[in-house]
């Protein structure tokens, strides 16, 4: 069975740090894209980071970039968001997302920036 | 950014009953490789998105198939052809023909 577990979210002031985890099983993680994908309370979705199979292509949305940074190891079949300079507007639901299309997802972490 | 615009944002619906949502982008969605980048989710109150549709009209591993998805272009839809007590929730569409992806505002699916 496919699965993503995320975890790491927070409470954290404005400007401060966080690292977000997520790990898979059920399938070949190096063999797949990964995402991030965020849900403020109450509101949509919006889609934040991905990166390719074995980490050498990154792509972010305009809103995090130089703040945050997407990586991985395949070998622990494990996908991280470092995300830093954390602004009120970041709060939210944090999923993982398997694929650059997400056919699969984790149950999200809760992300609050707030002083 | 190309824009996803989804229309109703909210949707009253009779069990057993059909239901249909519009999702119209700003752009074409076509790739040159002759593809088309459009994906439905199911956000079930609670619960994290499931992909129900990808490519317009491919059904998922496990998703009924009283779901359906259609459209070309600019305009698709995703169609419910009788309404269970289980599919209320919000319904986003996506597309990631172009970069980045971007999501629909979602339609909020409920039981009349």
């Known amino acids: 069975e496919v699965q993503v577990v995320d975890s790491g979210g927070g409470l954290v002031q404005p400007g401060g740090s966080l690292r977000l985890s997520c790990v898979a099983s059920g399938f070949t993680f190096s063999t797949y894209w990964m995402s991030w994908v965020r849900q403020a309370p109450g509101k949509g979705l919006e889609w934040v980071a991905n990166?390719?199979?074995?980490?050498?292509?990154?792509y972010y949305v305009d809103s995090v970039k130089g703040r945050f940074t997407i990586s991985r190891d395949n070998a622990k079949n494990s996908l991280f968001l470092q995300m830093n300079s954390l602004r009120v507007d970041d709060t939210a639901v944090y999923f993982c997302a398997r694929g650059r299309w997400f056919d699969a997802w984790g149950q999200g972490t809760l992300v609050t920036v707030s002083t | 950014d190309v824009v996803m615009t989804q229309s109703p944002l909210s949707l009253p619906v009779t069990l057993g009953q059909p239901a249909s949502i519009s999702c119209r982008s700003s752009q074409s969605l076509v790739l040159s490789d002759g593809n088309t980048y459009l994906n439905w989710f199911q956000q079930r109150p609670g619960q994290s998105p499931r992909r129900l549709i990808y490519?317009?009209?491919n059904r998922d591993s496990g998703v009924p198939d009283r779901f359906s998805g259609s459209g070309s272009g600019t305009d698709f839809t995703l169609k419910i052809s009788r309404v269970e007590a289980e599919d209320v929730g919000v319904y986003y569409c996506?597309?990631?023909?172009?970069?980045?992806?971007?999501f629909g505002q979602g339609t909020k699916v409920e039981i009349k």
């Open positions: 490519k317009v009209s």
């Open positions: 990166i390719k199979e074995d980490g050498s292509e990154k």
């Open positions: 996506m597309q990631d023909t172009h970069w980045p992806g971007t």
